[in-house]
């Protein structure tokens, strides 16, 4: 049975207690289960939530483990797709709720609860989105209560929170309700020739105080990683789009029960290959998300298995400030890049090949809490390798360990039979 830390028991009753609230918890401290949480406590039944489209997927298998009730829930998937009547949670993506038949069928329907999952996607005013999920008739404005969630609920600037706070919070603006009144209250806004600069922040405590007083709940790592394991693990799925999804989920059932028989050196032939494309194709599809823990860390290790995916990332995350260590790294290059990852604040990004970078490495749990693998390896030992070098002695704080996987791909069963490797290791050896 699944169990909530006391920090977020007190989330979920402070939410139950306001008709629209802002989470704004660290990543890792578990803003969606509180998300279903809500619904639990609530006995909510029909909910709309809004995400981000490579992780639609990931919501609905939250649901599905956290949910006391089973719900009807419905994915939508193109700007064509009719809403199922009998859908009790809709699951839909940015892009489409500003398509006007999407935008018709979504405002047809009274939803108990809306959620906006990176509700900073709202930040402009002039978007389509946001007009479409917050203007006087927009989707917003059909649904009883709101709960938008967000790390970074200001990305650069006070201003971005304008939109959200206008159309869920007006109280905390209060006396400085209008545009021009907030900005001048809280971006330090001035006549710039003829534009109204608010790029920048005034009376920000204030802002603060108010936020946390009427709307907002956010709860730093710091502050609560004395409830936090020492180590946890979470996986997050991405789905496919239809340009790659015939390709990757190709498996028959015959290929699928070979998985279970598959030995320890696997990885020749076609299934390596499809392995290869998937990680490569996943890079693409879940850019967002990768992007996503990057901004949210202040500095990330990130695990592969092919040469070819390290080099892929090495080039699109480029402007983060990136080392990489694979097995042509040489020892020399190796010792440098660990030590520009631990001293240089400008390197926020560790790539590294799991079977080159699982062993013989010290330094990195200085300066860092935080791992994804964008793929995995058939091996278990590998993989808790390359987590202890993170989570190892000198490590003062919760390490947080993803897994980004790619939903019913062939990934996801060679995950599943490493996790049974797992279990069998953990009995023999215990």
């Not at 490569?280 to 823990?293: F, L, S, V």
Request: charged share 30%.
């Amino acid at each position: 049975m699944n169990e909530y830390l006391p920090f977020q028991v007190e989330g979920i009753n402070i939410m139950a207690r306001r008709k629209h609230n802002l989470l704004a918890d660290d990543m890792g401290l578990g803003k969606t289960i509180q998300s279903i949480g809500l619904i639990n406590r609530l006995k909510l039944r029909t909910v709309l939530i809004i995400v981000k489209a490579s992780i639609k997927i990931n919501w609905k298998r939250k649901l599905e483990e956290w949910l006391d009730t089973p719900r009807v829930i419905q994915i939508v998937n193109k700007k064509t797709d009719t809403v199922e009547e009998l859908a009790e949670v809709v699951i839909v993506n940015y892009e489409l709720v500003s398509h006007s038949y999407m935008f018709q069928q979504l405002c047809l329907r009274e939803w108990d609860l809306l959620i906006c999952d990176e509700a900073h996607a709202l930040k402009s005013t002039d978007s389509k989105r946001t007009k479409a999920v917050l203007a006087k008739n927009g989707i917003a404005h059909h649904a009883k209560r709101s709960l938008m969630l967000t790390g970074t609920p200001i990305l650069n600037r006070p201003v971005e929170l304008y939109p959200i706070l206008k159309t869920f919070a007006p109280q905390v603006m209060y006396p400085y309700n209008d545009y021009f009144k907030f900005a001048k209250r809280y971006c330090d806004a001035w006549q710039d020739g003829f534009s109204f600069n608010v790029k920048g922040a005034s009376n920000t405590e204030e802002l603060n105080k108010k936020l946390r007083e009427h709307y907002m709940i956010r709860r730093l790592t710091h502050e609560v990683e004395v409830q936090l394991p020492k180590r946890s693990h979470e996986i997050v799925f991405i789905d496919s789009d239809e340009s790659v999804i015939s390709r990757l989920r190709v498996l028959d059932a015959a290929s699928r029960r070979d998985f279970k028989h598959q030995t320890l050196d696997a990885g020749a032939g076609e299934l390596a290959t499809l392995r290869r494309e998937t990680a490569e194709a996943k890079i693409d599809r879940g850019m967002d998300t990768i992007k996503q823990y990057i901004e949210s860390s202040e500095k990330i290790v990130i695990f592969a298995y092919h040469r070819s995916v390290i080099d892929k990332l090495k080039t699109v995350l480029g402007e983060y400030g990136v080392v990489a260590l694979t097995g042509s790294t040489s020892q020399q290059e190796r010792d440098k890049s660990i030590q520009s990852f631990k001293n240089d604040p400008k390197i926020k990004v560790f790539l590294g090949q799991i079977q080159a970078a699982g062993e013989g490495i010290d330094g990195l749990q200085e300066v860092c809490h935080n791992v994804l693998f964008l793929e995995w390896s058939w091996v278990p030992g590998e993989i808790e390798q390359a987590c202890k070098r993170v989570h190892r002695l000198g490590q003062t704080r919760p390490v947080f360990i993803r897994f980004l996987v790619w939903a019913d791909s062939v990934e996801e069963h060679i995950m599943r039979v490493a996790l049974d490797k797992v279990k069998v290791i953990r009995e023999i050896m215990k």
